[in-house]
């Protein structure tokens, strides 16, 4: 089940069925499944509060993922601070739903192994995240049961 949850934010206008089933879609190009993954939309303090709570780190950051996956079914907490989204969609030249699309989907990534600490690793997380982006959203079939 995935699902979305706000602290301090609005919602972001997303599509949660097509969003979750574009997520399902590049969990499986890693033979993946989806477990339980909650995607939680914060603040920049929430997401600072959180960086110095459990990571020891003492600055603002776009996401920080908690992976609980177990085997190939991906779990696990995905926040998201909308504020450094925002603030780098026009550092990088995109639009806010552009960033939004590529953190969320870069949170995926992390629970199906990819990392990014080095350049090679970097390299690998963008090219991951670009295949991503390029596929088309899925639109759910009639029948299709989407647990949100």
Request: hydrophobic share 35%; proline share 3%; net charge negative.
């Amino acid at each position: 089940m995935i699902t979305y949850n706000t602290i301090n934010v609005s919602m972001p206008d997303i599509s949660e069925t097509e969003v979750s089933a574009w997520v399902r879609q590049v969990a499986a190009k890693y033979n993946k499944v989806i477990g339980d993954i909650s995607y939680i939309f914060v603040d920049d303090e929430t997401i600072l509060d959180i960086n110095r709570r459990f990571i020891g780190h003492d600055y603002y950051t776009d996401h920080i993922g908690f992976d609980y996956s177990e085997g190939d079914a991906l779990s696990g907490d995905i926040y998201i601070s909308l504020d450094t989204v925002r603030s780098n969609a026009k550092l990088f030249g995109a639009t806010f739903d552009e960033e939004l699309h590529r953190i969320i989907i870069h949170g995926l990534l992390h629970l199906c192994g990819l990392r990014d600490k080095t350049d090679e690793e970097r390299a690998e997380m963008q090219q991951a995240e670009d295949l991503a982006l390029s596929l088309p959203l899925p639109l759910p079939r009639r029948g299709d049961n989407y647990e949100l």
